[in-house]
């Protein structure tokens, strides 16, 4: 897990469920007509300061302490708390559905924008059901292969004294949402992303693929390693 200093989920709770509350928020205006409501340059202020939040989320999980240890379970069942895993598991679904908006992609069935022409019920019921509808893929990607990353990134923080390391995250949180902003803002990666979409719309098979691989690679390289472990 990392650095552990002992906390129990328990005391942290309420900062992920306030956590989790800012995530769907900030989800909720990725919805077109939502966004479109939005002053000019808030999607993209809103995309900036969910990485502080998610970098300092991964600071404090890490930090968790979640009782006897379960190396034979996936990892989704060894994070013993229904916040951290909320919290996680939409920080995770708001980046997913950036990625795809912002490079209008779509990988096979995954695709939270809808067609223009639908009525605007139709298309609610679309986006909800490629987040909402979506949410237990979503899960296990983000405590299968989200949260061990955001461990392995916050490690150093968690030796430092609490308030100094959480500090630190904030600002390395800022550092990332900047470098992301850059990259969401870029022409030249904008037009190499467009030539990857046209590949997956020549290819659907391939799109297939690689949602499988997202969908179910984390849980089953968890599984594959609990089981070396035991």
């Known amino acids: 897990m990392g650095v552990s200093d002992g906390t129990s989920p328990g005391k942290v709770a309420p900062y992920f469920v306030v956590v989790t509350l800012i995530h769907v928020a900030a989800l909720a205006t990725r ?13 993209l202020a809103i995309m900036v300061a969910q990485f502080p939040l998610i970098v ?9 302490d979640y009782g006897r240890p379960m190396p034979e379970f996936p990892a989704w069942m060894r994070i013993r ?16 559905c950036v990625t795809l908006q912002t490079w209008h992609i779509s990988i096979g069935p995954i695709d939270p924008t ?24 979503f899960y296990l990607a983000a405590t299968g292969l989200f949260i061990p990353i955001l461990r392995v990134i916050t490690k150093p923080l968690r030796y430092l004294p ?18 992301v902003f850059a990259l969401v803002t870029s022409t030249a990666l904008g037009a190499y992303v467009a030539g990857v979409h046209r590949l997956f719309a020549e290819q ?12 179910f690679g984390p849980m089953l390289i968890g599984l594959v390693v609990a089981r070396l472990r035991g």
């Open 31 to 43: 919805f077109d007509v939502l966004a479109a409501r939005l002053p000019a340059g808030a999607d």
């Open 56 to 64: 300092l989320s991964g600071f404090f999980e890490g930090g968790l």
């Open 81 to 96: 708390s229904r916040p951290v895993k909320l919290a996680m598991t939409f920080g995770f679904i708001y980046l997913c």
């Open 114 to 137: 809808p067609p223009l022409a639908w009525p605007t019920a139709q298309r609610a019921a679309w986006f909800a059901m490629f987040t909402a509808g979506m949410f237990f893929p």
């Open 162 to 179: 609490r308030p100094l390391g959480a500090l630190l995250a904030l600002a390395l949180g800022g550092g990332v949402g900047l470098v």
């Open 204 to 215: 659907p098979a391939l799109g297939l693929g690689l949602t499988g691989g997202l969908t």
